[in-house]
């Protein structure tokens, strides 16, 4: 991955930061920062995949990854989505070895990044870094047993209303870059399924979808159209990662430079 994104440190004091690191206490971050690089998080850029060692945590800034389940035929559908609100291979530091699904960059970004081994050796010494890891993977967990009721019990309309909501999440502002492929894609459908949706939400003035990108018009209208699964996914993750605090020059500077795969 490309070199050239700033220093965690000045990421944090900008307010660009993960949920995750800004739940840690002063003295349980400063078990990370030494660790910390930044990355540059490419749009179509594969994290991990089936099988993989785990070998490197993420914690994403901005951006968005997704987690996707991949069939024999090569069919993939989205699991999980990730933001600032998560981190990619969290299992690490409890001594997990290998992934069970797909990572994959769907909307460009940066994260903090550091070995698996260094997470998971950072988690033996804190109880406060493993707790809020197990939090976590339990919190992934429900988010991933909501997609696979909401995918076979809801409406493709209210399915599409709750993934933009959740890719709004993850970006800064109201434009999101998506093609109608992609989401069919992520929501498991035909790419003209998800036209006839998106076109009923651009009539009714909640979005507006032009040359791949799609805008934001009015979230609040989105959120009632919306299924349940997305305010119980919201709740869910307020419950671990209340209110972040604003890190900056009172945690830990990360050393070293920026570090590419």
């Known amino acids: ?7 965690l440190a000045r990421q944090l004091e900008h307010g660009r930061f993960n949920h995750f690191l800004a739940t840690l206490s002063p003295h349980d971050f400063s078990l990370l920062a030494p660790h910390l690089r930044t990355i540059t998080l490419e749009r179509g850029v594969m994290l991990h995949d089936v099988g993989e060692e785990i070998e490197h945590v993420y914690f994403p800034h901005t951006g968005m990854v997704s987690l996707v389940a ?9 699991t999980a989505t990730i933001g600032r609100g998560g981190v990619i291979g969290a299992s690490a530091a409890l001594g997990a070895r290998w992934t069970f699904g797909r990572a994959i960059v769907q909307l460009p970004g940066s994260a903090a990044w550091l070995a ?23 919190l992934l967990l429900a988010q991933v047993q ?20 959740q890719t709004h999440d993850c970006v800064d502002g109201d434009a999101i870059p998506l093609t109608q492929e992609f989401l069919g894609q992520m929501l498991g459908v035909r790419r003209t399924t998800v036209t006839i949706a998106a076109r009923l939400l651009q009539s009714a003035r909640l979005i507006r979808y032009r040359r791949g990108l799609i805008h934001i018009v009015d979230r609040a ?4 159209i919306s299924c349940e699964c997305y305010a119980v996914v919201r ?5 671990v990662f209340p209110q972040p605090r604003v890190l900056g020059a009172a945690r830990p500077q990360a050393s070293g430079t920026d570090i590419a795969e």
């Open 1 to 7: 991955m490309p070199y050239g994104t700033p220093p």
């Open 70 to 78: 991949v069939m024999q035929s090569g069919a993939t559908v989205e």
């Open 116 to 138: 698996a081994a260094q997470f998971h050796a950072a988690a033996q010494e804190c109880p406060a870094i493993r707790d809020l890891v197990v939090r976590y993977n339990d």
């Open 146 to 165: 909501q997609s696979v009721a909401c995918n076979a019990l809801h409406a493709l309309e209210s399915r599409l209303c709750r993934w933009l909501l």
């Open 221 to 224: 209208a989105l959120e009632d």
């Open 235 to 239: 709740h869910n993750t307020d419950k």
